[in-house]
């Protein structure tokens, strides 16, 4: 290689190098900064969950036996806020429960197809949460017929938030693939002209 060719060329492929190298390091924080969409997909995939129990304790106030309703209005009391809490911040973020505002755009989509389900079902269990001695058989329709949509749509955002994260980690592996594949072209170039000079 040309001497003036290389003794302007390595400096080059030097500081490309080290720009390379921190590139690469802060794409591994990359995903940090967009927010924690792992714990977003469990706070997700727990709604259902909790609409479950919500159902049970709802249908056991309605059905069961009295000595079963101490502990399913317990159940109640404690679920039925954090089910509302999840849903306002899937809707609109929450830092504190580690939920981005920028949620991916498809699920925003069945979040608000889903937001009348919810929002009737919640009217009604608290209906139920105050008034469960005798239960109202109307409240316990209304939730009974918006339980099933809920669900589904609230899974079917499961499905939608996983896709987007593997398809992140698929952007991120190969933007990392390339980083690492130009690094190690900048590394041999160096190897050979050093070899080169030594002999």
């Known amino acids: 290689m040309n001497q003036k060719i290389k003794r302007i060329l390595m400096p080059i492929l030097g500081w490309l190098g080290i720009f ?19 714990n977003t997909f469990h706070l997700i995939a727990r709604q259902r969950v909790l609409e479950q129990r919500i159902v049970t304790d709802v249908l056991t106030l309605a059905y ?20 509302e809490k999840v849903q306002i911040g899937l809707q609109k973020g929450d830092d504190s429960l580690g939920i981005s505002p920028n949620l991916p755009s498809n699920v925003k989509l069945y979040l608000l ?20 001695d005798p239960v109202d058989p109307d409240q316990v329709i209304i ?10 749509s609230m899974a079917q955002a499961v499905i939608l938030f996983q896709d987007d994260i593997d398809n992140a980690a698929k952007i991120y592996f190969s933007i990392e693939l ?3 594949i130009a690094l190690m072209s900048i590394w041999i170039v160096f190897l050979f002209s050093f070899q080169r000079s030594k002999s």
């Open 113 to 132: 197809q889903m937001q009348p389900d919810f929002s009737y079902m919640d009217v009604a269990a608290r209906q139920i949460l105050t008034h469960h």
């Open 178 to 180: 390339g980083i690492g």
């Open 64 to 83: 069961r036996p009295d000595d079963e309703h101490p502990e399913a209005l317990s159940e109640l009391q404690t679920a039925l806020p954090v089910w």
């Open 20 to 38: 390379l190298f921190i590139v690469s390091i802060l794409f591994e924080a990359l995903p940090l900064m967009r927010g924690n969409g792992l």
């Open 143 to 152: 939730i009974l017929q918006h339980e099933q949509p809920y669900y589904l």
